[in-house]
């Protein structure tokens, strides 16, 4: 069952722009994460917030979280081209459960 | 680095062909997923494991069974392919002592059945 639905659902934006991308979910969550995958490629890490924590950061990464709307977003600051990628939030309940992933926001970042 | 490896980057097969799909992950991992990637659908979970000789059924089992007979690899049969089952394949693992572990993915098997 797809529990995390990202927003919007393709997203293009100039190089330096700022990208916004957009998270809601349904139940609750011990904690989200947010990955990236590059065209044809598998998952790769980005961020995790856990369920107590409001914002994070991670170098041109900040993560927001707010529980009572179960929703989160990803910000990416200062664009490059290389950021280009398909972003996907992912939800994880409390004990050993599998990642719940959304649809993802494809990123287009435009040199 | 942790590594998660996978048989094949594309596979083509025929419909009603037996075929494996291999995943192997070199950190001692307890836990190991398969998913299936489709445009429009996202990532839905086929399969878990926890432990050697453990399975779960995901959202979407029909169609799959799997083997796990080693701690770090974890293998997706398709027993009759079907064309519907043309997808991508992705196999992830994580450590597995809480929640807050990263899902490590590997390149993902692109399958074509015809």
């Known amino acids: 069952s797809q529990q995390g639905e990202e927003d919007p659902q393709a997203l293009s934006i100039q190089e330096g722009e700022n990208a916004t991308m957009n998270c809601s979910y349904k139940?609750?969550?011990?904690?989200l994460q947010w990955y990236r995958q590059n065209s044809g490629r598998g998952l790769v890490h980005l961020i995790l917030?856990?369920?107590?924590?409001r914002e994070k950061h991670s170098g041109r990464l900040r993560v927001t979280l707010d529980t009572s709307k179960k929703s989160s977003s990803l910000l990416i600051t200062a664009s490059r081209a290389a950021d280009t990628a398909s972003y996907f939030c992912?939800?994880?309940?409390?004990?050993?459960?599998?990642?719940?992933f959304g649809k993802g926001t494809r990123l287009s970042v435009i040199a | 680095d942790v590594k998660v490896t996978q048989s094949s980057r594309y596979l083509v097969k025929r419909t009603g062909e037996k075929v494996f799909l291999e995943c192997v992950q070199d950190?001692?991992?307890?836990?190991m997923f398969w998913y299936r990637q489709d445009p429009g659908l996202g990532l839905r979970l086929i399969y878990f494991?926890?432990?050697?000789?453990?399975?779960e059924k995901g959202d979407i089992p029909e169609g799959y069974s799997v083997s796990r007979e080693k701690k770090e690899r974890f293998s997706l049969i398709l027993e009759s392919a079907s064309t519907n089952q043309t997808s991508m394949y992705l196999c992830?693992?994580?450590?597995?002592?809480?929640?807050?572990?990263?899902?490590?993915f590997g390149p993902g098997t692109r399958l074509t059945v015809l």
């Open positions: 992830a693992s994580r450590l597995g002592e809480g929640s807050t572990d990263t899902q490590y």
């Open positions: 139940t609750s969550i011990n904690n």
């Open positions: 917030i856990r369920s107590n924590e």
């Open positions: 992912a939800t994880d309940a409390e004990g050993n459960t599998p990642l719940v």
């Open positions: 950190m001692d991992h307890e836990n």
């Open positions: 494991s926890y432990d050697v000789k453990m399975k």
